[in-house]
């Protein structure tokens, strides 16, 4: 069979949504961010919720993720993205309010924002990418980061006596009464991203619904980071970032997960 | 018919705040302006208008919060001392870049640090001067009496809107806690009647997607957005406002804004009793700042002397507009503490009346 005989309309069984923009993404090949945005923006096409959902993008590698995503959007200062979020919330409450946030941002100088926001139970979805790292200002320590994992300004490995352990923020914030749905969730393998997006869908739905925030962190990759192929590092996720940070609901309906 | 009150002006704030429409307030508790709050949580704004307001976690929050609201082009504003102020300039300087109108207000207390509670206008530098990294401007409000905490609230927002620019009204302890009668301004509708075009409110098929931004990597589209800016700031000058009293024969001239204005206004009656020609200008804008006033004065009074709750603040801009024609000097008491007329009259005598 002819190679165009096979590519044709009529055959067609995947494509890229509309949603993301035809910009070249920014992020380096084998990152997992590509994907989250495309699954958000799958989710907000079959909804149907583009003219009713405003995005919030604040300092990280994703900083620039409105460049990719065609729906409205607002930059936000470093960590200050859930207080962004909430302004908009409280004001437009028929909204799909997001926040897309990377582990610097919400879990070191966004905890406060992160927290309260959490804790006022305000009905928007936060999307957490860890990954350990300071990716975009070029591989420092992240308060993520696994004991002993190295990093610029953890060149020896994280020492947990002085630099504190890892922080499992989202483990921190699930008990809040205002938060109605948390889980952790990843994107290097086809099964976990079908998870990821049924993830994506039902936070969407808990936010039309008005039943409170709901969370998602994706435990990604850092291949530049980490300084390891794409291939490696997901191994690499996978050997020691998923016993620390484990996969799975934590929180649904309103109750934590035992 | 006239609706007469007496308030606090910090109560006065929120009243006029819930009768301009607002739609959101977020904020956070700090003396000497915990009253704007308040007083705002007790009139159920909720009901009377279906104003929005809330308890933010920090200073650092509520001017987020203001962020992300201003950018869908509602009527947002926040209000804090100082302290609270400072926490605020990053947020402050991001609303700038970004070009969203919003008002704040800065009831000023003594400093440098956690300071005092007491009245100051030691912040003029970071109110007029950008305050936050970058180069920015607020327009600035100064009001002298509670009516002008009330009527400012909606100038604000008007010239915030226009110029698409956070507006600061920049006052202190003393104004903010002082009763005064006010006449309260009519209620007016939560609608906004200027361009919504760049608001972001969710993307509907008519339009191109709207971000709201300060981010710029490239340097020449950064160069040509700093540009656009200067000249907005530049336009900002048909905007000035001030007043004159006893201008016209003054031989020697007061600048004075704010709660230091009032008492300047005593010192021009009390020196005009004596037949001295003393006269004031005070500043309601500080920025823009009546610089061709102050200039066009230089060249018919023998002497000008800016009197600031501050080391000196106000005066370097007094200095840049006489430009020399005639020696401009300051006075003024730091630290919470404040001139009496005597005090000024005094300095007022020492330097310009010697010779009487």
């Known amino acids: 069979m002819d190679i165009k005989e096979i590519i044709r309309p009529d055959n067609l069984v995947y494509k890229r949504t509309p949603l993301l923009t035809d910009a070249t993404l920014s992020y380096c090949p084998g990152c997992g961010h590509g994907t989250i945005h495309r699954l958000i923006m799958e989710v907000v096409e079959e909804m149907g919720i583009q003219s009713e959902t405003i995005g919030i993008a604040p300092v990280g590698c994703s900083v620039l993720a409105y460049e990719f995503m065609d729906i409205d959007m607002s930059q936000a200062a470093h960590g200050r993205a859930p207080a962004v979020a909430t302004g908009i919330k409280r004001l437009w409450e028929d909204k799909f309010v997001f926040t897309y946030q990377g582990d610097g941002d919400l879990a070191a100088i966004g905890t406060g924002e992160t927290i309260h926001a959490c804790n006022r139970g305000e009905n928007i979805t936060i999307f957490f990418v860890n990954n350990g790292i300071y990716g975009m200002t070029g591989g420092q320590m992240a308060p993520t980061t696994l004991e002993g994992m190295k990093s610029s300004t953890s060149p020896y490995g994280r020492n947990n006596k002085t630099m504190g352990p890892p922080i499992k923020i989202t483990e921190m914030i699930a008990p809040l009464p205002g938060v109605h749905y948390v889980t952790r969730q990843a994107v290097h393998k086809p099964g976990p991203v079908r998870k990821s997006k049924k993830a994506i869908r039902k936070a969407f739905e808990v936010q039309k619904e008005k039943k409170g925030l709901s969370f998602i962190e994706f435990v990604s990759n850092c291949n530049s980071g980490w300084k390891m192929t794409p291939n490696d590092s997901n191994i690499w996720m996978e050997e020691h970032m998923f016993p620390f940070y484990p996969m799975g609901d934590i929180k649904v309906d309103g109750k934590l997960v035992k | 018919m006239k609706e007469l009150a007496l308030m606090k002006g910090n109560e006065a704030i929120a009243e006029a705040a819930i009768r301009a429409g607002v739609d959101g307030y977020f904020g956070y508790p700090i003396t000497p302006q915990s009253?704007?709050?308040?007083?705002?949580?007790?009139?159920?704004?909720?009901?009377?208008?279906?104003?929005?307001?809330?308890?933010?976690?920090?200073?650092?929050?509520?001017?987020?919060?203001?962020?992300?609201?201003?950018?869908?082009?509602?009527?947002?504003?926040?209000?804090?001392?100082?302290?609270?102020?400072?926490?605020?300039?990053?947020?402050?300087?991001?609303?700038?870049?970004?070009e969203l109108p919003c008002l704040i207000v800065n009831v000023v207390r003594g400093g440098p640090g956690l300071g005092t509670i007491q009245p100051s206008q030691a912040d003029y530098f970071q109110s007029t001067k950008g305050g936050g990294h970058g180069d920015y401007r607020l327009i600035v409000l100064a009001p002298a009496s509670v009516q002008e905490m009330a009527d400012y609230v909606d100038l604000g927002f008007e010239l915030a809107f226009k110029y698409r620019n956070p507006a600061l009204i920049l006052t202190d302890g003393l104004i903010g806690q002082m009763m005064e009668k006010v006449e309260l301004p009519a209620q007016k509708e939560r609608t906004n009647k200027f361009d919504q075009s760049w608001v972001i409110t969710g993307k509907t098929e008519d339009r191109e997607r709207?971000?709201?931004?300060?981010?710029?990597?490239?340097?020449?589209?950064?160069?040509?957005?700093?540009?656009?800016?200067?000249?907005?700031?530049?336009?900002?000058?048909?905007?000035?406002?001030?007043?004159?009293?006893?201008?016209?024969?003054?031989?020697?001239?007061?600048?004075?804004?704010g709660s230091s204005a009032r008492i300047c206004q005593k010192v021009v009656e009390i020196a005009r009793g004596r037949g001295k020609k003393i006269g004031l200008l005070r500043p309601q804008t500080l920025f823009p700042f009546p610089t061709v006033a102050i200039s066009k004065l230089a060249r018919r009074v023998k002497g000008m002397m800016s009197v600031e709750l501050s080391a000196g603040q106000m005066v370097e801009d007094v200095k840049l507009a006489?430009?020399?024609?005639?020696?401009?000097?300051?006075?003024?008491?730091?630290?919470?503490?404040?001139?009496?007329?005597?005090?000024?009259?005094?300095?007022?005598?020492?330097?310009?009346?010697?010779?009487?």
């Not at chain 2, 009527?75 to 991001?94: A, C, N």
């Not at chain 2, 401009?328 to 009487?356: A, C, N, Q, R, T």
């Open chain 2, 210 to 257: 709207n971000i709201i931004t300060s981010l710029n990597l490239v340097a020449d589209l950064q160069y040509e957005h700093n540009l656009k800016l200067q000249e907005k700031y530049k336009k900002m000058e048909e905007d000035v406002m001030f007043e004159k009293i006893e201008c016209d024969d003054a031989e020697f001239l007061l600048i004075a804004y």
């Open chain 2, 35 to 98: 009253e704007v709050m308040e007083y705002l949580m007790l009139q159920k704004p909720e009901e009377r208008t279906g104003m929005v307001v809330l308890q933010a976690e920090s200073e650092v929050a509520s001017i987020n919060m203001v962020y992300g609201a201003a950018g869908t082009g509602k009527k947002v504003m926040t209000s804090s001392s100082s302290p609270g102020i400072s926490l605020m300039q990053e947020g402050i300087s991001y609303i700038a870049g970004a």
């Open chain 2, 322 to 356: 006489v430009n020399g024609k005639v020696p401009v000097y300051h006075y003024g008491m730091l630290g919470g503490k404040i001139h009496s007329p005597e005090d000024v009259l005094s300095e007022v005598e020492d330097k310009f009346l010697g010779g009487y």
